[in-house]
């Protein structure tokens, strides 16, 4: 069984940086492309980053691109998002989750195995 927990989540001022981290239990965690997404409160979850399993290839929504930074340590089994210039919109839940192949991917149908999440709230 794997289990995904976040944390580092927080309130935060615009303009602000948090560092999600999401670490995985159980084995293979390197041989799986990882991502996050996101949920505000009354809208539908949304892609945010992912990463594949080398860690090379990463991909990012564009409302993050250039301020936020996915990344990854096979050998503590964590993915991290780096997030800075955190803005008012940026405000949700987030979510780490495990893809079913080793490459990335922004559909949340291509992940099977999702965390509980962490909030994020980034004040005006």
């Known amino acids: 069984q794997v289990q995904l927990v976040e944390s580092g989540g927080g309130l935060v001022e615009a303009g602000g940086s948090l560092r999600l981290s999401c670490t995985a239990s159980?084995?293979?965690?390197?041989?799986?492309?990882m991502g996050w997404f996101r949920q505000a409160s009354g809208k539908e979850r949304e892609f945010v980053a992912a990463i594949s399993w080398t860690g090379v290839n990463v991909a990012y929504a564009d409302a993050v691109k250039g301020r936020f930074t996915i990344s990854r340590d096979n050998a503590k089994n964590t993915v991290y998002l780096q997030m800075n210039n955190l803005k008012p919109e940026d405000t949700a839940v987030y979510s780490c989750a495990r893809r079913t192949g080793n490459s990335i991917g922004t559909e949340d149908r291509l992940y099977n195995y999702w965390g509980q999440g962490t909030q994020v709230t980034v004040s005006s």
């Open positions: 159980g084995r293979a965690f390197s041989a799986f492309g």
